[in-house]
């Protein structure tokens, strides 16, 4: 009975960490900024491409993520300069310019690394609870995906910055006045964003198969969280998450992987229904 009962709870915290790392730099970017980005699969193929390229070069694993992370965070400030920052408040206009970014970075890393690139294999090992084995790397996700929500807390609700931050994306031009530098803090927030996909491209790296296309088999989850979760990524991202987890683990139990991601797609499409602002917007009338 214990065995079920943890076999249950890890999945549950294996499909939560997925949809936390996956979501997040996509919470701050579309849910704070407004802006679809449709390259955030190609900034968590970036972390993973350059995590696995160090590992090869004779990196260790921890500090080759961690150089995937900040190299997606450098080329996210570098695309919010050169594309972005002229398309704000023009949601269809940046969605079209990073779906063509998207195409560009995808079909070009096809050219340049080939259809795949060799992996470095699930460190850790694993442990047995009964008759299951379990990845002792998954519940590293985990916490990876717990300390994440964290630090997005402290650095929005605890910083200078993260005043300056939220300031700017509810009216940047009262936030100008007051003398924030609106462009730096556009510019930081779209780089925390595509630094914590690379983070979740860094993290996964070890567990897939490299391809030019890998972002795509994060995008799905990624947006419904963000759209479940609703605008305010810091009330409104880890409920989704939990919410989308629980659903798709108990459907996962009972019809399979197939009728787990049905259930998970016809639960966005229950909440968004009800809640169209989302958790986050549910959240906020009971608060008030």
């Not at 690139?117 to 590293?140: H, I």
Request: with cysteine; hydrophobic share 55%.
């Amino acid at each position: 009975m214990f065995a079920e009962v943890f076999s249950f709870l890890y999945q549950f915290a294996d499909v939560f960490a997925f949809l936390i790392l996956s979501a997040a730099g996509l919470a701050i970017v579309f849910g704070m900024m407004g802006v679809i980005n449709m390259a955030h699969g190609e900034f968590i193929m970036c972390g993973a491409y350059v995590t696995v390229g160090l590992v090869h070069g004779g990196f260790p694993l921890p500090l080759a993520q961690l150089c995937g992370m900040l190299a997606a965070g450098l080329i996210g400030v570098a695309v919010e300069w050169s594309i972005v920052r002229k398309l704000y408040k023009r949601p269809t206009d940046s969605l079209l310019a990073t779906w063509g970014l998207s195409l560009i970075v995808t079909q070009g890393m096809l050219l340049v690394f080939g259809s795949s690139l060799a992996g470095v294999g699930t460190p850790a090992g694993s442990f047995t609870v009964g008759d299951y084995t379990f990845s002792v790397y998954r519940m590293v996700l985990f916490a990876v995906a717990v300390a994440v929500l964290a630090a997005i807390y402290f650095i929005f609700m605890r910083t200078r910055f993260g005043v300056h931050a939220r300031a700017t994306m509810q009216n940047a031009a009262i936030a100008q006045a007051t003398g924030v530098r609106v462009g730096n803090v556009y510019a930081l927030s779209f780089g925390i964003g595509a630094a914590l996909a690379g983070l979740c491209g860094a993290m996964y790296a070890p567990t897939m198969t490299l391809i030019p296309t890998m972002g795509a088999s994060f995008l799905v989850e990624s947006f419904v969280t963000v759209v479940v979760g609703g605008a305010n990524v810091l009330l409104g991202t880890a409920p989704a998450g939990i919410l989308l987890a629980g659903v798709r683990t108990a459907l996962n139990g009972w019809g399979g992987q197939i009728i787990g991601q049905i259930g998970m797609l016809l639960a966005v499409i229950v909440v968004i229904r009800l809640l169209p602002e989302g958790l986050s917007g549910y959240f906020g009338r009971r608060t008030r």
